[in-house]
């Protein structure tokens, strides 16, 4: 496995190996946004922002987004690409925001940071994302389902993805996405899961 931290990310960013950037926002959320049910405006965190093309979708669409990036160079470009815009980009690692947005957010929106984390810390991922959302606050994610040895990206299955947001999430749907570019068809899958209420 590569080093997964903010310094080899950024050094990615640097010597521009952005394999992963579609250079637009992902076809799946353009189709969201314009659907009947899709999502209302609302304040969304944006976990591993990259170039920012996903937060700026959805600032445009109205929302009030914060994208979070832990590499220096994708937040520069991000806030490039987003001049005049209404969002910001926050250089931060995403499982640093638990105490500063602490039930901060109507939205989380989800886009192959999931598959760029160490896969040891997923269940550290459903946590952070849980604690950032307000009650009832809901994930919006574009999981990229492969099942590929090695990483990253690294795989999953919609089996142990499921069993792994359910402890704090309620699966409102989880569809295959029949937009996907054509390197990622048949593997990525568009899931919204709101937050479950808390015991009292
Ligand atoms: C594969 S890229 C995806 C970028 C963007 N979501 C996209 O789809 O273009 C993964 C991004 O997550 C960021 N990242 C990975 N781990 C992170 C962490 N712990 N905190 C903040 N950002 C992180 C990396 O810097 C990188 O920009």
Redesign the pocket.
């Known amino acids: 496995m590569s080093e997964?931290t903010?310094q080899n990310?950024?050094q990615r960013?640097q010597d521009q190996k952005?394999g992963?950037?579609?250079g637009r926002s992902?076809p799946p959320f353009e189709a969201l946004v314009r659907q009947e049910n899709a999502p209302k405006r609302g304040s969304m965190a944006?976990?591993?922002?990259?170039?920012g093309?996903?937060a700026i979708l959805f600032a445009k669409n109205g929302f009030d987004v914060i994208g979070?990036?832990?590499?220096p160079s994708?937040i520069a470009k991000s806030n490039e690409l987003a001049k005049g815009l209404n969002l910001q980009f926050i250089e931060?690692?995403?499982?640093e925001l638990t105490t500063e947005f602490s039930g901060t957010f109507d939205y989380v929106l989800e886009?192959?940071?999931f598959?760029?984390?160490d896969p040891n810390l997923r269940a550290k991922y459903v946590e952070v994302v849980s604690t950032i959302l307000k009650p009832k606050g809901e994930l919006i994610a574009l999981f990229w389902a492969h099942l590929r040895q090695g990483g990253?990206?690294f795989g999953s299955n919609v089996q142990d993805l499921k069993q792994l947001f359910e402890k704090h999430f309620e699966i409102i749907s989880f569809e295959k996405a029949t937009n996907s570019i054509p390197v990622r068809q048949n593997e990525e899958y568009l899931a919204r899961m709101k937050k479950k209420s808390e015991l009292i």
């Open positions: 997964l903010a990310w950024e960013y952005t992963w950037d579609l992902a944006v976990l591993g922002s990259g170039y093309h996903d979070f990036d832990y590499a994708a931060k690692d995403i499982f886009h192959t940071c598959c760029a984390i990253p990206p």
